[in-house]
């Protein structure tokens, strides 16, 4: 009887993972290990800010295969000296506002990072970044998330996403990342400087979890978006501290970048 107990027990183990089967476009499986989520609050009119992207992208290089997910957040703030940054958006400003009031820091700035939602500072210090990535890296996750079926349709991109683990109070936050970009600054602080940037967020949306682990998003695409150079980032976050506890990304499909079917 013990045995016929212990054997219907995994028999309901292996239903309950074979109930969710990712498909094409998928991210990598549920997170057993730690992560390191990079926020980086910048800007193009920002003369300290090339150092902290450059430094972004070695790591970025660096970190290939590894759960560490980079995202540069272009500011608006700037704009006003002269020089009205392309990536930038108000909602990234007001992002970094709600950092501010999670984080309890008197400003903000740039080129400001934050590692998983609790620790910041000046983003071009390298040695400081590193070894929250390595404390990032160490830590396990305490959310798991998986994304499938990342498809582009219209003017929009669609995608399914599933989460395990800690989820009330939370909310999965999803970034459409565009992976390389770069452009000749005319006027600001940089004028004359052509400046290259990696992972700049494009689009940001946000979805309460709650109770249920599982639900689809709509995401609309910038002007020239093109599979290829792109990839989807997903968080969960506390909606109270700001701390992040599990993330994940997803490519979209070869034959999506490539333009067939």
């Not at 309901?12 to 730690?34: C, D, H």
């Not at 920002?46 to 997910?69: H, T």
Request: with cysteine; aromatic share 8%; net charge positive.
């Amino acid at each position: 009887m013990k045995n016929l107990k212990i054997f219907s027990g995994l028999l309901l183990v292996t239903f309950a993972v074979a109930a969710f089967k990712p498909t094409i476009g998928t991210s990598s499986k549920i997170a057993e290990k730690g992560f390191a989520v990079v926020e980086l609050f910048t800007s193009e009119g920002c003369s300290s800010c090339p150092p902290a992207d450059a430094l972004v992208a070695r790591i970025q290089k660096e970190s290939a295969g590894k759960p560490v997910y980079i995202l540069a957040f272009h500011v608006d703030y700037w704009n006003r000296l002269g020089w009205k940054d392309v990536f930038s958006d108000a909602a990234y400003s007001q992002r970094q506002q709600q950092y501010s009031k999670w984080l309890n820091t008197s400003e903000v700035y740039t080129p400001q990072a934050i590692v998983n939602g609790r620790t910041e500072f000046v983003g071009s210090e390298e040695n400081t970044l590193r070894n929250a990535l390595k404390k990032g890296l160490m830590a396990e996750a305490n959310t798991g998330i998986v994304l499938s079926n990342l498809k582009p349709s219209g003017d929009k991109i669609s995608l399914q996403y599933h989460t395990e683990g800690e989820r009330n109070g939370s909310s999965l936050v999803i970034a459409l990342v565009e992976k390389n970009a770069s452009t000749k600054v005319a006027r600001g602080e940089n004028a004359g400087r052509t400046l290259s940037h990696v992972q700049i967020v494009r689009k940001l949306q946000s979805v309460e979890l709650g109770n249920n682990p599982n639900g689809s998003v709509n995401i609309t695409t910038p002007a020239g978006f093109n599979a290829e150079g792109f990839e989807v980032i997903a968080f969960a976050q506390n909606n109270t501290n700001g701390s992040i506890t599990g993330a994940t990304r997803a490519e979209f499909p070869a034959t999506i970048s490539n333009g067939t079917k």
